[in-house]
């Protein structure tokens, strides 16, 4: 049984918007889960991920508490706005905005009431970042002829960084709810912590962007070929196989039992190339030129009269890098390299011989 009504101690006017609220809970309930589903929707459809995306309907005893203090303000039940309140969560300041075009896009935006608190602050004062918007559910998005209060009511939408929503929720519990006024030491020291989510939240977003803008100029070096220019990092060597240099050495391979070639990915060799001291993509590119042949002898001693016919695309790859180690550390460099490559082995030993064996072979053809 819940809370009688008159305990709350609200005048008459509060006391019947209360009774309303009661009435109007299951419509309330309904409006959150559709308020959920239409925002991870139109999210996973632009490719956003945000840290949260969370929906409540007012508590009762907070909505006693809200109406105690602005009673006056609110007509009826249907002025009070955040009843059912949405709360989208950002990891970056930059993505708030691109929310916000979401939102307005899908919902119905009352803009009247919606607020920016991102400007309310001067430029010489910290504390509460966030964008909220007032909308609707239009009926072109949702609509139940048994229901129409659905699209009658409003509710709130809330957009804030992760940082953002750390400092709301600490300023909101030492301060509003606490049931008396903070001392002013305690309000610099929330102002100062304030400040300093604020940049922390301008330095991610920077970050982020000089990294975009960094790997955007190191695809652009690969595909002009500035290799030399280019460290050799997962991002950069990706970039690299995109362009697909050994595929013509596979090719060569392959005739050799007219197989077919399996398309495999060359990252797992990206660390064991950077340990044999490979730092550039003009270190992989002057190797694959000066290994290429006797990688393709390599491969005559493995597959020839063999019935193989199918060999991986990463052939070509591999027996380059192992031509290049046994050329630069001899036995023990392809040991070290498969070692790497596959996990330490007993068996690593014995093939590393065999194909140093095979590389001096080559070299005195």
């Not at 929330?190 to 803008?213: C, P, Q, V, Y």
């Amino acid at each position: 049984m819940g809370k009688n009504l008159q305990e709350y101690g609200l005048d008459m006017h509060g006391t019947m918007i209360l009774e309303e609220f009661r009435e109007m809970l299951p419509v309330f309930s309904q409006m959150k889960s559709i308020v959920l589903e239409k925002l991870d929707g139109c999210l996973q459809r632009a490719g956003l991920v945000v840290s949260g995306v969370e929906a409540r309907v007012k508590d009762e005893a907070s909505l006693a508490g809200k109406l105690e203090l602005k009673g006056q303000k609110y007509k009826t039940l249907s002025d009070i706005t955040d009843i059912v309140g949405a709360r989208v969560i950002t990891f970056y300041s930059d993505e708030v905005d691109k929310i916000a075009a979401l939102v307005d896009n899908t919902f119905e935006v009352d803009w009247e009431n919606s607020v920016d608190k991102r400007k309310l602050l001067g430029n010489d004062t910290f504390g509460y970042l966030s964008l909220h918007y007032i909308c609707r559910i239009p009926e072109s998005l949702y609509h139940d002829p048994a229901c129409p209060e659905l699209n009658q009511y409003r509710f709130e939408i809330q957009m804030r960084t992760a940082l953002q929503h750390v400092w709301a929720n600490m300023n909101h519990d030492t301060g509003y709810k606490s049931g008396f006024e903070v001392p002013k030491e305690y309000i610099r020291s929330l102002t100062r912590l304030a400040g300093l989510l604020e940049l922390a939240d301008d330095e991610f977003s920077r970050i982020r962007k000089d990294l975009t803008d960094y790997r955007r100029k190191m695809e652009q070096l690969v595909k002009d070929g500035s290799f030399d220019e280019v460290s050799l990092n997962a991002d950069t060597f990706r970039s690299y196989l995109a362009l697909d240099p050994f595929a013509s050495l596979n090719a060569k391979i392959a005739a050799i039992n007219q197989a077919e070639v399996q398309q495999l990915s060359g990252m797992p060799y990206l660390e064991p190339m950077r340990l044999i001291g490979l730092q550039t993509l003009g270190d992989v590119e002057r190797m694959r030129k000066s290994c290429s042949e006797k990688a393709y002898q390599l491969a005559l001693h493995q597959i020839s009269g063999t019935d193989l016919d199918i060999i991986a695309s990463t052939l070509g790859l591999q027996n380059v890098c192992l031509a290049y180690a046994g050329e630069k550390g001899g036995e023990k460099g392809i040991e070290f390299f498969l070692n790497y490559l596959n996990g330490p082995s007993r068996y690593n030993a014995a093939t590393a011989r065999k194909l140093y064996q095979q590389l001096c072979k080559i070299h005195d053809m």
